[in-house]
């Protein structure tokens, strides 16, 4: 029980559908933050919100579209994926410190693959 | 801007051998350091963490110490297992609010009995 859960655990879709990626954490945190790993490259980080607010935007195409309507939970809606989308989705958690200090927690992913 | 360098993989290791993976960073400020363990199938989990220069973190045999002169962060065991098998992550984090992690390309380490 890692205090981060997400669902689903494994998602196949066509790239015209539109599915959602859901993230809950039960750990009091008030930051969230969704990455993306694919295979030989180093995480990258997509959205970050900070007390609901998103505060980080890197340069992530429009058909993610990211939500967080508190604290406990983030979305990551998706609609007209690539192949090039298929990959390992992280959600992690924090409290947001003064300092940089404070670690992120993760969730296992949800196994994303765009047919 | 501010990035971390990790030893290029895959390491493979018989059980028992000294493990070292090596991780020098770029930054301003003072930056907090880390690592973090992906075992398969699953998200990454924290291993240890430095804050300040000259730190030591540890946690189930490893240890890293946080090193300013060198700007390196190095990850060892003394002795590995093959429960150890997993990649490793390096990052760095600073500054206020939302921690803004920077990770390595991480490194697969396997360990064989």
């Known amino acids: 029980e890692t205090g981060v859960t997400q669902t689903p655990r494994h998602l196949v879709m066509g790239m015209t559908n539109k599915k959602s990626l859901k993230c809950e954490q039960h750990l009091g945190h008030n930051a969230m933050y969704w990455y993306k790993q694919s295979a030989k490259k180093p995480l990258e980080l997509m959205f970050v919100y900070n007390f609901k607010e998103q505060t980080e935007n890197n340069s992530v195409p429009s058909r993610f579209s990211p939500e967080c309507p508190n604290s406990s939970h983030l979305f990551l809606h998706l609609h007209t994926l690539q192949p090039e989308d298929s990959a390992l989705y992280l959600c992690?958690?924090?409290?947001?410190?003064?300092?940089?200090?404070?670690?992120?927690?993760f969730g296992d992913g949800t196994r994303l693959s765009i047919l | 801007g501010n990035s971390v360098t990790q030893m290029e993989g895959p390491v493979t290791l018989s059980e028992e051998a000294f493990l070292t993976i090596n991780c020098t960073y770029t930054?301003?400020?003072?930056?907090?350091l880390f690592w973090y363990v992906q075992y398969p199938g699953e998200g990454l989990q924290l291993l240890l963490k430095a804050t300040k220069a000259d730190d030591k973190g540890s946690n189930k045999g490893f240890e890293a110490t946080y090193r300013k002169e060198t700007t390196s962060f190095h990850l060892e065991k003394g002795s590995v297992q093959v429960s150890d098998s997993a990649v490793y992550f390096c990052?760095?984090?600073?500054?206020?609010?939302?921690?803004?992690?920077?990770f390595g390309q991480g490194t697969r380490l396997t360990i064989n009995p």
């Open positions: 930054a301003t400020g003072y930056p907090s």
């Open positions: 990052a760095l984090s600073g500054g206020q609010g939302a921690q803004k992690l920077v």
């Open positions: 992690a958690s924090s409290l947001a410190g003064t300092s940089g200090n404070q670690p992120q927690h």
